[in-house]
């Protein structure tokens, strides 16, 4: 595969999937901000079943060396976001999952396809050049104009 981000996201993909979380995408947003590489997001039915999902990823991609940099929202409230560097893992309860619509204000990102082992970066359409970055979501209002912590340790807004 030779990304290594890719192949966490993967990982966290997979462990999510083993504990029945619900559709569960991988988002490419390198070329959409300096915040990460790689979103995963899904969802379950219960706050309990979130709170399952992200220990499980916690636990299995710390076995695999995997270092956690941050955790937001805590495992019952209903949105916890797993903060790897290269990739951010949400998982939503349902109802939170579709009120915040992460895919759509993300629209501009790439899913990573099961069969694939490297995304292209998007572009638009209009200039065939990447989209502006924006910057990534977060349960406690980072992408409300606050600053967010980059993987290099700067700050975007």
């Not at 976001?81 to 790439?110: C, K, N, P, Q, T």
């Not at 899913?111 to 406690?140: F, H, K, M, R, Y």
């Amino acid at each position: 595969m030779g990304n290594p981000g890719e192949e966490l996201a993967r990982k966290a993909k997979a462990v999510a999937e083993e504990k029945k979380a619900q559709d569960v995408v991988i988002l490419d947003v390198r070329s959409l901000t300096p915040v990460t590489d790689y979103f995963v997001i899904g969802s379950a039915p219960t706050r309990i079943q979130v709170r399952a999902i992200a220990r499980a990823i916690r636990e299995r991609l710390a076995e695999d060396g995997a270092s956690l940099h941050h955790q937001e929202g805590e495992d019952d409230s209903g949105w916890v976001l797993l903060d790897y560097g290269a990739v951010v893992v949400h998982v939503f309860v349902e109802s939170m999952r579709r009120f915040y619509d992460l895919e759509r204000l993300w629209s501009e990102a790439i899913p990573v396809d099961e069969d694939e082992s490297e995304s292209p970066a998007p572009v638009t359409a209009a200039t065939g050049a990447p989209p502006a970055a924006s910057v990534a979501a977060a349960p406690g209002g980072a992408s409300g104009g606050q600053a967010v912590p980059a993987r290099d340790g700067t700050c975007g807004v």
